[in-house]
């Protein structure tokens, strides 16, 4: 295998309760990469859109996953990449993880798949690293494998893929950016014990809704105690948004992943458009364009489109 052609999915991190922890891919947005296996050693990166991210591979999110790859394997080949980016960074849809777990799937491939999942995750969790400075895995690893997983450690690297509701997600991107390192640094150091008591109460409540598709107990977890009322003040409408999705039949929703985005849950389709358009007019009424995507949870993640 020589080249490489994928699909790589946007993704909502943390699900409201789960800062860090647990992630779920969608259909809408995706970045397209391409990735060749070069008989020299150098990493080219190429960007066709017009986001301005760098091109040098040790300030590129791709570059680094793509710089370690070839360091600890001792590679004696290089690789090309061309991204075209349709995830806006500083969206809150796992921009750079799709960027990281698209080199590292596609490098994986290219090789002649001779990376564990596990290794995958470690060398993509190099980009989240440069993007928002820690490496966390809960973008990256639904990205890769799809649906919803749960990152029960990242340090040593434990993923437990969950099996996804038959839900509609609905996300909307104001057009404010939030940087994660920044959404990082506002949130407080210490929690107090009985805010963490009713955070376990709704991860578990959450996994065991996924576990049992039981979509009430699914609604009722998503409640988040700890980072959320702190991030939100970053995102402007936030409770509005919130509290007119709910009214209109949402199961629960909040943050995606560090923001600026908001994502929802239903249980049927129209539910999901008349949120979606309730979103937009929210933002309409104040001048701040937004996009929103509706889709089903993506079982897949990242997909071949071509290879040769
Ligand atoms: N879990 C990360 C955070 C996701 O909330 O900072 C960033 O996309």
């Known amino acids: 295998m020589k080249k490489i052609k994928i699909k790589v999915p946007a993704t909502v991190a943390n699900l ?9 891919a969608i259909h809408e947005p995706y970045d397209e990469m391409e990735l060749k296996l070069l008989d020299t050693p150098e990493i080219i990166i190429k960007h066709e859109d017009d986001f301005g991210l760098p091109e040098d591979p040790s300030q590129n999110v791709a570059g680094v996953v793509l710089q370690n790859i070839q360091k600890h394997f001792q590679l004696t080949q290089g690789f090309e990449v061309t991204i075209r980016k349709h995830i806006k960074p500083g969206s809150g849809l796992g921009s750079s993880a799709a960027s990281a777990a698209g080199a590292a799937f596609g490098a994986n491939v290219l090789l002649g ?25 809960d973008n990256i690893a639904p990205c890769i494998f799809g649906g919803i997983t749960l990152v029960k450690s990242s340090s040593p690297i434990d993923i437990i893929p969950l099996s996804a509701p038959d839900l509609f997600v609905v996300a909307v991107h104001p057009q404010v950016e939030v940087k994660t390192s920044d959404a990082r640094q506002i949130l407080k150091k210490n929690v107090l014990l009985k805010d963490a ?11 065991a809704g996924i576990l049992k598709n039981d979509i009430p107990l699914i609604g009722r977890s998503l409640h988040d105690v700890i980072v959320e009322p702190v991030r939100s003040i970053l995102i402007p409408k936030f409770d509005e948004i919130k509290i007119k999705s709910l009214e209109a039949g949402a199961l629960g929703g909040g943050i995606s992943g560090s923001g600026p985005s908001i994502f929802m849950l239903a249980e049927k389709k129209e539910t999901a458009e008349h949120i979606a358009r309730l979103m937009k007019s929210v933002y309409d009424e104040i001048e701040i364009e937004s996009f929103v995507y509706v889709s089903k949870i993506n079982p897949a993640g990242i997909e071949i489109i071509e290879e040769q």
């Open 197 to 207: 008591v009713e955070q376990w109460g709704n991860i578990a409540g959450l996994v």
């Open 16 to 24: 409201v309760c789960g800062f860090d922890i647990l992630g779920m």
């Open 113 to 137: 798949n001779s990376l564990s999942d596990e290794e995958m995750i470690h060398f993509a969790m190099f980009g989240e690293e440069l993007a928002s400075g820690v490496r966390h895995a």
